[in-house]
């Protein structure tokens, strides 16, 4: 039996971004989704280095960490969410996050926006867009001022 | 303030009078001026006008009172707004009672007399617009609440209007939020099924034993506790559709037995032995590729083929944008019959920002913002300060995932030299030949497709 539908946010990059949270936070109330905070941390397997295990625990407990405050104000704001912290590829972890059985509702980018910047040629040696027709959902990048944001730390404001 | 808008000023103060004209012929207006009473109400016999501004106290015996009495008895839209002196402010609220939209005191400011205008009018706009969508929903809802304009609605509901009459199996696919069910349903209340039974089910809710018990009924005995013999709700819809949404999640013991449904018309009950014939048309919808479900052996294929005799897709809201007006119309209606606010529609504002924001939630989430608009409004009109802030001033890149099963020119030129290179056994240099490039831009393009040995 599948899960509910939920939002997928993203993020492949310890830089988290608030206003992807916030507009995700957003739209899950206005749809009624839960969310999934997906974060990649990347270790590529092309450099030669292979993560042990321990370092491979201790990526994780740090994206943990990073993701914890965001979650923490989601569920302030009375959604369901839960956090997923994988360390690897970013498309072959995600592929094989969607080879579990999730109904998604919508994918929310949460790391860098000029990634999907159709303006920019730059995208298209990006991970997320090799993988982007896998989701068979909206893709959306919520873009903001939010470099400020990010110098200052985090900050989530509720989302009414 | 609305340009064209018909305004008629009615002053015996001729100063007065020049004075409202050249405030008020700034915004565009077209502006009538008469002297007294007598005059404005034979021009208010002749023609029409969305906004009237008449002093109070006239000489020649026809007053400001008898000129807002005149002007909506001949059209209840035009606003009239009483222009009075200090003296008489009483009786300039006595004349809103009697449907005056405000009333001015002497000696007036221009930007006063401009914003009081502005309001009056905008009154009028959304009245009309009201109105108009009004019509428009009454025009096209006896069957359906599907609602638009646009060339992908409209081909929408004329694919319902041809296949609701026959009883053939639909595949309905689209987003999130799209509409799926509100398609079954037309389709359904089209069909020679009408008076009958329509059973939507959630495929993604169930077990498969679940599923089989509530769809098939059990026979007594059938498992502990099963005291005695039930229909299942296939039978309880005979006659009727049943409309399967999230059917990608349907479990593929539970897909063998609707296959049996389909095909031979008839089921055997949990527990039991006896065939059953059952009438039902099918209708189910799915946001996944099912063809892909099919690929990967999650759905089985007989079933997909059968299911899919008409296939209709349900467009995203960003592809037809050009229905927000309408739709966000007729939402706010539906809304305002459970909430008692005065709300008479948006602002030219907030509209703008609805149609700009691309909905990755589809018409549901458009449902839920005007929602939430509508409860957090203090005034009739709904205005950019309740929208949410994120659909103001965030860029919202979407990637369009139902492209139809048609490609881009990059993933054909790399599906084609994978083919190639399987072709020729990987030999690098061949492949480049029946290609026709160099084995150099064969390497790059390996590369930048992250193509493999």
């Known amino acids: ?160 | 303030m609305r340009k064209n808008a018909r305004l008629l000023i009615v002053d015996d103060d001729e100063v007065a009078r020049k004075n409202l004209a050249r405030i008020l012929k700034r915004k565009g207006c077209r502006i009538s001026s008469v002297a007294s009473g007598a005059e404005a109400v034979a021009k208010l016999g002749r023609e029409s006008f969305d906004l009237v501004l008449a002093d109070l106290i006239l000489e020649e015996g026809v007053s400001g009172l008898d000129v807002l009495e005149a002007a909506k008895k001949r059209c209840r839209d035009t606003e009239v707004i009483i222009i009075t002196g200090y003296a008489s402010v009483e009786t300039a609220i006595g004349a809103m009672k009697k449907g005056a939209y405000h009333y001015l005191q002497k000696p007036f400011r221009a930007e006063e007399v401009r914003h009081l205008a502005a309001q009056a009018l905008e009154k009028t706009r959304l009245r009309n617009q009201v109105r108009e969508l009004e019509e428009e929903i009454r025009s096209g809802a006896q069957t359906h609440d599907i609602i638009g304009k646009s060339r992908k609605i409209l081909s929408i509901l004329d694919l319902i209007e041809q296949v609701a009459p026959t009883d053939a199996n639909v595949i309905i696919t689209g987003e999130s939020g799209t509409g799926k069910e509100l398609v079954a349903s037309a389709i359904h209340r089209q069909s020679r099924r009408a008076g009958k039974h329509f059973l939507p089910i959630n495929c993604a809710s169930f077990t498969d034993e679940l599923l089989a018990n509530e769809l098939f009924g059990h026979e007594k005995d059938a498992y502990t506790g099963a005291t005695s013999s039930r229909a299942g709700l296939l039978e309880s819809a005979d006659g009727g559709t049943v409309f399967f949404y999230e059917v990608a999640e349907m479990p593929v013991p539970m897909q063998a037995k609707l296959l049996r449904v389909i095909q031979e018309r008839e089921l055997i009950r949990v527990g039991g032995n006896r065939h059953i014939p059952i009438d039902v048309r099918i209708i189910a919808a799915t946001n996944k590729d099912l063809k892909k479900h099919v690929a990967q052996g999650l759905f089985r294929e007989d079933l997909y083929y059968r299911l899919n005799v008409i296939h209709l897709h349900m467009p995203a809201l960003a592809e037809h944008k050009e229905d927000i007006p309408l739709l966000a119309s007729y939402l706010l209606e539906q809304i305002l019959k459970q909430m008692d606010k005065p709300v008479k529609g948006f602002s030219d504002e907030a509209m703008k920002i609805l149609k700009g924001y691309d909905y990755p939630g589809n018409v549901r989430e458009l449902e839920n913002i005007i929602e939430r608009a509508a409860a957090l409004c203090r005034t009739d009109v709904i205005d950019t300060d309740v929208l949410p802030d994120d659909l103001k001033g965030v860029a919202i890149y979407r990637y369009d995932t139902e492209k139809h099963g048609m490609k881009s020119m990059k993933e054909i030129e790399k599906e084609y030299i994978r083919w190639v290179l399987n072709q020729v056994g990987h030999n690098k240099s061949r492949a480049a030949k029946i290609l026709g490039i160099d084995r150099a831009s064969l390497y790059r393009k390996l590369k930048n497709y992250e193509i493999g040995d």
């Open chain 1, 1 to 160: 039996m599948a899960s509910e539908r939920c939002i997928l946010t993203l993020f492949d990059n310890p830089d988290i971004r608030p206003e992807a949270v916030r507009y995700a936070c957003g739209l899950a109330k206005r749809v009624n989704a839960s969310i999934i905070m997906f974060l990649v941390l990347i270790f590529s397997e092309q450099s030669g280095q292979k993560p042990d295990d321990i370092r491979v625990q201790e990526l994780r407990t740090l994206g943990e960490g990073l993701l914890s405050p965001f979650l923490e104000a989601a569920k302030r704001e009375g959604i369901e969410v839960r956090g997923e912290v994988r360390v690897g590829e970013p498309a072959s972890e995600m592929l094989k996050f969607l080879a579990e059985d999730h109904v998604l509702h919508s994918v929310v980018w949460g790391g860098d926006n000029s990634v999907l910047d159709t303006k920019r040629l730059r995208h298209e040696d990006h991970w997320l867009d090799r993988i982007k027709d896998k989701f068979g959902c909206p893709l959306v990048s919520p873009k903001g001022p939010d470099a400020q944001e990010r110098k200052e730390g985090i900050s989530i404001e509720p989302i009414a």
